[in-house]
C-alpha cells in the first residue's frame, strides 16, 4: 500500500462546505473501547468494538517504507468516513503521536505528520476526518476544540497511556508575522525541558521561535481540549503552530522536519511515561 498516496487522497477531498456530525455518546463509548483495546494490541477485539460503528481495522504494509501499520478507518462512506483516522506503527511499541487536527485547513500539516510518522518508527499519527468548517453549526468540525469528536479520543487513549504528543498547526503570516514558528505547552503554563531543546534546534537552523513557557506568544493553544486532557492524564502535550514556510515544500520544511525528528527519537528512546 502506497501508505502517503492513501492518506493525501483521504484528505484531498476536505471542504469547508462537507458535511460532518461527531459522533454519539454511545459511539464515542464503543470508540474508546476499542481504540483501547487496539492500543493494549488486541487487534480482534479492536475490530469487533469498531465494526458496529461503522470503522475497521487494517494491516498495511506501506511500500515506500516497508514499515507496517494498524489503520483505524471508515468501513463505508457514512458519517464515520468525516471522523478521522489513526495510524499506529504495528512493528514496534508505540513511543510518540503526532497530531493533525486541522488536515488542509493548516494547509500541510497532514503532509507533515504523515512525513514524521514515515521517517520515525514507534508513531501513531492522529488525523481529523473534515475540514475544520465543516458541518453545520459553530465550530462543529474543529476537533482540537471538541471534546465530541473521534478525534479527541483516540488522542486521549494515547494520553492514558503516557504517550507524549505534538500538535501540528499553521498559521498565515499576517498572524504572527515576527515568528516562524510558535511553542507551547498548549493549557500548560510550563513545558517540558525536551521543548527547549526542539526551540533551540528550530532556532539553530534559522527559525524565529516564540517559547510560549517564557514569553507571551500569540496562536499557544491555551484553550486546546487536547492540552487540557493531557493535563488530566499526566502526559506530555506540545501545541506548535508553523508559518508557511515550515510545512510541505517549504524553505524551512526540512529543518523542521529534522528539528522534529530528534524530538521524536528522544521519545521513542525515554518510552511512555518516562
Known amino acids: 500500500m502506497d501508505l502517503r498516496g492513501r492518506i493525501l487522497t483521504y484528505t484531498k477531498a476536505f471542504s469547508p462546505e462537507g458535511a460532518y456530525a461527531p459522533p454519539d455518546a454511545d459511539q464515542r463509548d464503543r470508540l474508546a473501547r476499542g481504540i483501547g483495546r487496539l492500543l493494549d494490541q488486541d487487534v480482534r477485539e479492536a475490530d469487533e468494538l469498531l465494526a458496529p460503528i461503522g470503522l475497521r481495522v487494517t494491516r498495511l504494509t506501506d511500500t515506500a517504507t516497508g514499515r507496517r501499520y494498524d489503520e483505524v478507518a471508515a468501513s463505508g462512506k457514512g458519517a464515520s468516513a468525516r471522523w478521522g483516522r489513526l495510524y499506529l506503527n504495528a512493528d514496534s511499541p508505540v513511543r510518540w503521536s503526532a497530531q493533525v487536527p486541522h488536515p488542509v485547513s493548516d494547509r500541510e500539516t497532514e503532509s ?26 459553530d465550530r462543529v468540525a474543529d476537533v482540537a476544540h471538541r471534546e465530541d469528536s473521534a478525534f479527541h479520543l483516540m488522542v486521549v487513549e494515547l494520553q492514558k497511556r503516557g504517550v507524549p504528543g505534538i500538535q501540528l498547526h499553521g498559521f498565515a503570516e499576517s498572524s504572527a508575522k515576527r515568528y516562524d514558528a510558535i ?83 528522544t521519545w521513542t528512546e525515554e518510552g511512555p511515561g518516562n
Not at 481529523?128 to 468548517?133: E, L, S
Open 112 to 137: 507533515l505528520g504523515l512525513r514524521l510518522l514515515e521517517d520515525n518508527p514507534g508513531g501513531a499519527l492522529v488525523l481529523a476526518g473534515a475540514h475544520r468548517r465543516a458541518g453545520d453549526g
Open 183 to 265: 511553542l507551547s505547552g498548549g493549557a500548560a503554563q510550563t513545558a517540558p525541558g525536551e521543548a527547549s531543546v526542539l526551540a533551540d534546534r528550530l532556532e539553530e537552523d534559522g527559525l524565529r521561535v516564540c517559547r510560549g513557557w517564557s514569553a507571551h506568544c500569540p496562536l499557544e493553544g491555551t484553550s486546546n481540549v487536547q492540552g487540557k486532557a493531557a493535563q488530566q492524564h499526566h502526559a506530555v502535550f506540545l501545541h506548535l503552530e508553523l508559518a508557511p514556510d515550515g510545512r510541505g515544500e517549504g524553505p524551512d520544511s526540512q529543518e523542521v522536519v529534522k528539528a522534529l525528528s530528534g524530538l521524536l527519537t
